[in-house]
């Protein structure tokens, strides 16, 4: 397809965002969460045609080029201060995660083992790209895959328009509240909206303690690799084993970049 195709969807992205933008700077509304808004609103009434949707689907690239641009705003010495304080607790939310979601999928809702792990990586980790790595080393459904992606998007949108109400309800101090909404919301855009849409301070910490989060996608992905290559269904152990290579190309690639520009922001 031509770059030229893309143009019409391209500006529709660059259309809702600035109009999203004006609207924060006229009513209580942040810009971001407007945007978010708007875009959901269109996107689920009049929806987007043809002659838009080729440029409307570049939309993960801006946001992730976005968050790698964040990078070179991330000063290293802030980080250090705080850094056994957040590695800690970002280790500890991501199993603790892990640990709740099974136990309550298996042992209370009876859900399918496979379908539970789905659920435990996208909430634990990082939403749909969790979702979608696991889903891989472990050979699960399509219909796993599409239910878990469809239940963490669905979380996504409650805690992007909750988490700042209840931030200011509760008069969090910015660092306070970025830390929170990036150690337990699902997904790196909601939690970059819900961030900066409480301050800058805030938006920047909820990015850093999320992309934290997100590198262990790997550690994940391979633990739950490993469990299931272990305990094939008739209790035996099986003989193949997904190739670390494999596993690691699934990780998000924009966490690369982020971390490069934080390095090079530093220098």
């Given at each position: ?6 143009l019409p969807g391209i500006a ?256």
């Amino acid at each position: 397809m031509r770059p030229p195709d893309r143009l019409p969807g391209i500006a529709l992205l660059a259309f809702v965002g600035l109009l999203g933008y004006a609207v924060g700077t006229v009513t209580p509304v942040p810009g971001l969460v407007a945007a978010v808004a708007i875009g959901a609103l269109v996107g689920n009434t009049r929806g987007v045609s043809g002659r838009f949707a080729p440029g409307v689907r570049t939309h993960k690239l801006w946001l992730e080029t976005g968050i790698v641009l964040m990078g070179a705003g991330i000063a290293i010495g802030a980080v250090l201060d705080a850094g056994a304080a957040v590695l800690g607790l970002v280790v500890a939310v991501v199993i603790g995660t892990v640990l709740f979601v099974e136990l309550l999928s298996r042992r209370v809702l009876s859900v399918p083992e496979k379908l539970s792990s789905l659920l435990a990586a996208g909430a634990g980790v990082c939403r749909v790209s969790a979702v979608v790595s696991v889903a891989g080393s472990i050979d699960a459904e399509e219909s796993h895959v599409a239910y878990a992606s469809a239940a963490v998007l669905a979380f996504d949108a409650f805690t992007l328009v909750v988490y700042p109400v209840v931030g200011t309800a509760l008069s969090l101090p910015d660092a306070a509240y970025g830390v929170w909404a990036g150690a337990t919301m699902f997904s790196t855009g909601p939690v970059a909206a819900a961030g900066f849409a409480y301050s800058e301070t805030a938006g920047r910490w909820a990015v850093l303690v999320k992309l934290v989060r997100n590198t262990l996608i790997g550690v994940v992905t391979v633990g739950y690799a490993l469990y299931y290559a272990r305990r094939a269904d008739t209790g035996e152990l099986s003989a193949e084993r997904p190739g670390l290579a494999a596993v690691v190309s699934k990780a998000p690639r924009f966490l690369v970049g982020f971390l490069l520009l934080v390095v090079l922001g530093n220098m």
